[in-house]
């Protein structure tokens, strides 16, 4: 491939640059695609099949889809480079937006949820590339590095929603099925994508770390290819762990808020909710990797574990005020942002070049699978308890996390 057979001199401050630049790109574009559908996705879902119960098969398809592909994605990306995964990633939701279509149009429930769950593999592609911005990144500038692709993702998830409307506008000119319209913007988004990491994602940036580490002498790889296993399983626990306590509180927050607020004003709260949500998730992404860098990676997840801690505190004491859920979701996204951006450079500089993508592909599935079994707990929860007593629920990964870090820093490998 005309990355392994680069010339030997390669300025890799300039390749790194490039290669964030690029994944930033696809994440936003990525965003646009995603965001602009998967919110269809419980509609059609009930639409088709004629219950309203059967609406959360919509986010169990996808999280199962994510789940089910992020191993084999990783095994392809150490392989064949991150270039071929992405690209792969691609065509699978491109395959997926088809099915779905066909679906609405046959009126094929069980063909919708396999579409849907090929738009889950896309998005374990996705997650993916957080990963792929670490892959030339120097240790100091690691967590901003990959941060930059996560911060990324906003603009997608900011602009997606926006085009539902236009979408079913221009689907219903063209004789689209109804609520399929928002996918046409999905079909160009992913295919820009494909076309922007086949064409300028170049060289592939684990093809050239694997390369370079080859090239490097004995004593440098030596000291390149320490292994701490035991720092690598608590970061994969505690991104697991901050996303399944985010998810959980936030899959149930609709529901709480439709009880909560008059029934006129349940589509405004919910949007404003999740959308300031979505901006502590990824609008400050930058500034945790910054602080990962400059204070370490496990004080930062644990900064995640003091803000998730402070979200359920809210939302627990909170729980029948709008602005008390509304301050509590920020809370919950800011804490997840941390977690997740500390933990992903942890694991990252914790494994050896050549068990990264391997590792990085078990932590996504053990962080997606993990949340959905969550959030199938968390409706039986708030059926028992309440909204209030989920979020008392959601201290257990919160304690966990803490408890295993002071493990983590006081074994070293």
């Given at each position: 491939?005309?990355d392994?057979?680069a010339p030997a001199?390669?300025?890799l401050?300039?390749?790194q640059?490039?290669?964030?630049?690029v994944?930033?790109?696809?994440?936003v574009?990525?965003?646009?695609?995603?965001?602009?559908?998967l919110?269809l996705g419980?509609?059609?879902?009930?639409?088709?099949?004629?219950?309203e119960s059967?609406?959360?098969?919509a986010t169990a398809?996808?999280?199962?889809?994510a789940?089910l592909?992020?191993?084999p994605?990783?095994?392809?990306?150490a392989r064949?480079?991150?270039?071929?995964?992405?690209?792969?990633?691609?065509?699978a939701?491109l395959?997926g937006?088809?099915?779905v279509?066909l679906?609405?149009a046959?009126?094929?429930f069980?063909?919708?949820?396999?579409?849907?769950?090929m738009i889950?593999?896309?998005?374990?592609?996705?997650?993916q590339?957080?990963?792929a911005?670490t892959d030339?990144?120097?240790?100091a500038?690691r967590?901003?590095?990959?941060a930059?692709?996560?911060w990324a993702?906003?603009?997608g998830?900011?602009?997606?929603?926006?085009?539902?409307?236009?979408g079913e506008l221009?689907?219903?000119s063209i004789?689209?099925?109804r609520l399929?319209?928002?996918?046409l913007?999905?079909?160009?988004?992913?295919?820009?994508?494909?076309?922007?990491?086949?064409?300028?994602?170049?060289?592939?940036?684990?093809?050239l770390?694997q390369r370079?580490?080859?090239e490097r002498?004995p004593?440098?790889?030596a000291?390149?290819e320490?292994?701490?296993?035991?720092i690598?399983?608590?970061a994969?626990?505690?991104?697991?762990a901050?996303?399944?306590?985010?998810?959980?509180?936030?899959?149930m927050?609709?529901?709480?808020?439709?009880?909560?607020?008059?029934?006129?004003a349940?589509t405004?709260?919910v949007?404003?909710t999740?959308s300031?949500h979505?901006?502590?998730?990824?609008?400050?992404?930058?500034v945790?990797?910054?602080?990962?860098?400059?204070?370490?990676r496990?004080?930062?997840?644990?900064?995640?574990?003091v803000l998730?801690a402070?979200?359920?505190t809210?939302a627990s004491t909170?729980a029948?005020?709008?602005?008390?859920v509304?301050?509590?979701?920020?809370?919950l996204?800011?804490?997840?942002?941390?977690a997740t951006?500390a933990?992903?450079?942890?694991?990252?500089?914790a494994?050896?070049?050549a068990?990264?993508p391997?590792?990085q592909?078990?932590?996504?599935?053990?962080m997606t699978?993990?949340?959905?079994v969550?959030s199938v707990?968390?409706?039986?929860i708030?059926g028992l308890?309440?909204y209030g007593g989920?979020?008392?629920?959601?201290?257990?990964?919160i304690?966990v996390?803490c408890?295993?870090a002071?493990f983590?820093r006081t074994r070293?490998?």
């Amino acid at each position: 491939m005309p990355d392994v057979a680069a010339p030997a001199v390669v300025d890799l401050a300039a390749a790194q640059r490039r290669t964030v630049r690029v994944l930033a790109a696809g994440q936003v574009l990525s965003g646009v695609a995603f965001g602009s559908t998967l919110s269809l996705g419980a509609l059609l879902a009930a639409d088709l099949s004629g219950e309203e119960s059967l609406s959360g098969f919509a986010t169990a398809a996808v999280t199962l889809g994510a789940a089910l592909t992020a191993i084999p994605l990783a095994r392809l990306a150490a392989r064949r480079g991150r270039r071929v995964a992405l690209t792969t990633g691609n065509v699978a939701a491109l395959s997926g937006i088809a099915l779905v279509i066909l679906a609405a149009a046959t009126r094929a429930f069980p063909l919708l949820l396999v579409g849907i769950a090929m738009i889950g593999a896309g998005n374990a592609a996705t997650l993916q590339s957080r990963f792929a911005a670490t892959d030339l990144s120097t240790t100091a500038r690691r967590g901003r590095d990959l941060a930059t692709v996560v911060w990324a993702t906003t603009v997608g998830g900011v602009v997606g929603p926006l085009l539902l409307a236009p979408g079913e506008l221009l689907g219903a000119s063209i004789g689209m099925p109804r609520l399929t319209g928002a996918y046409l913007f999905s079909l160009l988004a992913q295919a820009c994508a494909f076309a922007l990491y086949v064409l300028v994602l170049r060289p592939d940036p684990l093809l050239l770390a694997q390369r370079l580490d080859r090239e490097r002498a004995p004593t440098a790889r030596a000291s390149s290819e320490v292994d701490r296993p035991r720092i690598a399983r608590f970061a994969m626990l505690a991104v697991a762990a901050s996303h399944v306590t985010m998810a959980a509180v936030m899959a149930m927050t609709p529901v709480h808020l439709s009880h909560i607020v008059t029934p006129d004003a349940v589509t405004v709260a919910v949007g404003v909710t999740i959308s300031l949500h979505v901006f502590g998730m990824y609008g400050l992404s930058p500034v945790f990797g910054i602080l990962a860098d400059r204070v370490g990676r496990i004080p930062v997840i644990l900064l995640g574990q003091v803000l998730l801690a402070a979200a359920l505190t809210v939302a627990s004491t909170g729980a029948d005020s709008q602005a008390g859920v509304l301050i509590a979701l920020l809370l919950l996204g800011l804490g997840w942002s941390a977690a997740t951006v500390a933990g992903s450079a942890l694991l990252t500089e914790a494994t050896p070049l050549a068990a990264r993508p391997r590792r990085q592909g078990r932590s996504d599935t053990l962080m997606t699978g993990s949340a959905a079994v969550g959030s199938v707990l968390a409706g039986l929860i708030l059926g028992l308890v309440g909204y209030g007593g989920l979020a008392l629920w959601a201290f257990v990964p919160i304690a966990v996390v803490c408890a295993s870090a002071v493990f983590a820093r006081t074994r070293p490998a």
